[in-house]
């Protein structure tokens, strides 16, 4: 059994504050430390030889990552002997092919056992290095870096590393904890706006599976958090530190998904498989925006969650300025055809995870994920279709 979690913040961990994290905050999460620290970026040689000692190091990154900060960390290292490997930014490259070319890479390279994988970028790189350090040699130690916000808040935490197939997202991974996790909120500065409201739609979940008070936060700075200085404000402080305590909170509890941690999940049976036949075009978190929205109709139609719980969600959601209804060039039949392959599917019943109400989740009772039927699953798809 785990220990309990250790939350060290320093003074009030940023929150009432001009810059958005001043002083490290970290965070004790099955057996490794996240530290959040604006200039941590500048640390990633020291904590990795301190969280995983290695006699090599190998960065993987994507091309745009790599462009921006690949040389700030290599240079950290010194004469060291750093290898740096690279894949084509977007979900449709975090595949079985680019999982086999950054293997093969590192044989090429040398890399032994004795080596460790520092994963620098979004979701899709820490996803995809993840694995690659779960399967090379039997397994070596890797240090999560995140770039983008989502995996700030989310992707990086938990352990969970994964490519994708064609028959779904996420169906090819492991479980394997990385000896830490670094996130420095200072390079949100470069990230797209629209890919920092796709983070915000992983917050907003956060909020709805476990925090009313933080979802109203969140409602209520959407302006600050979306300016152009929005990642240095308090309420970005917020943001990172809240949604890291609720997801290490989860993931504490259920580290391998046998329970509780399924309601991470919520937004996601339906969303993947919308991400997914979008052909990418839609990000990772725009999709889950659209799957949250539809699966918080089905919980109020089959009478789980109270009136005004999927509307209330919805009016969060426009105004992050994302999306919340099926795009018409999506077919609804291929949707449920996607969900059915969906990781909580059981005994071929599509599975989900359902809100009672504003920070409360369905389905203690049976394993935190409900059956709510496929002809109502159906019925919300084809009705909430937009442009």
């Given amino acids: 059994m785990s220990s309990a979690p250790e939350t060290t913040p ?36 020291a904590i990795a030889r301190a969280s995983a000692s290695a006699h090599r190091y190998a960065i993987i990154t994507d091309d745009t990552v790599r462009r921006l900060y690949v040389e700030r960390v290599v240079a950290q290292f010194g004469s060291a002997s750093v290898t740096v490997l690279s894949v084509s930014p977007g979900e449709a490259h975090k595949t079985r092919e680019s999982w086999a070319r950054l293997t093969d890479d590192l044989l090429s390279a040398g890399h032994g056992r004795d080596s460790a994988i520092i994963a620098l970028g979004g979701g899709v790189v820490g996803d995809l290095a993840g694995f690659v350090a779960a399967t090379y040699m ?31 997202k996420n169906l090819v991974g492991a479980f394997h904890r990385p000896a830490a996790v670094i996130v420095d909120p200072a390079v949100l500065g470069t990230l797209p706006a629209r890919e920092l409201r796709g983070g915000l739609a992983e917050a907003i979940k956060h909020g709805m599976i476990a925090d009313a008070a933080y979802l109203d936060r969140i ?21 990172i530190t809240r ?4 997801k290490s909170d989860v993931v504490e509890a259920d580290e391998r998904e046998a329970g509780r941690r399924r309601i991470l999940n919520f937004g996601h049976t339906l969303g993947h498989a919308i991400e997914a036949l979008s052909g ?6 725009e999709a889950v925006a659209i799957g949250m929205a539809l699966e918080a109709e089905l919980a109020e139609r089959a009478g789980i969650a109270g009136r005004g719980t999927a509307a209330g969600l919805r009016e969060v959601l426009r ?24 990781k909580k599917t059981r005994a071929g019943v599509i599975e989900m995870a359902l809100p009672l109400a504003v920070g409360r989740m369905a389905g203690e009772e049976r394993g935190w994920t409900v059956d709510v ?15």
């Fill in 138 to 168: 039997r397994g070596v130690p890797f240090v999560q870096v995140p770039t983008t916000l989502l995996a700030m808040l989310d992707a990086s935490v938990g352990g969970k590393t994964a490519v994708d197939t064609p028959a779904g």
């Fill in 243 to 246: 949604s890291i305590e609720i």
């Fill in 10 to 45: 320093t003074g009030d961990s940023g929150r009432g504050r001009d810059d958005a994290v001043p002083h490290p905050w970290t965070r004790t999460v099955t057996g490794y430390v996240i530290t959040v620290a604006s200039g941590s970026l500048d640390r990633v040689e």
């Fill in 373 to 387: 039927g496929e002809d109502l699953i159906r019925e919300v798809i084809e009705e909430r279709a937009g442009p």
């Fill in 319 to 342: 105004n992050a300025d994302l999306p919340t209804e099926r795009p018409r060039s999506i077919d609804a039949d291929r949707v449920l055809e996607l969900a059915r392959g969906d």
């Fill in 280 to 285: 990418y075009t839609l990000l990772h978190g």
């Fill in 219 to 239: 409602r209520h700075s959407l302006a600050m958090l979306l300016g152009a200085e929005g990642h240095r404000s308090r309420p970005m402080a917020d943001v």
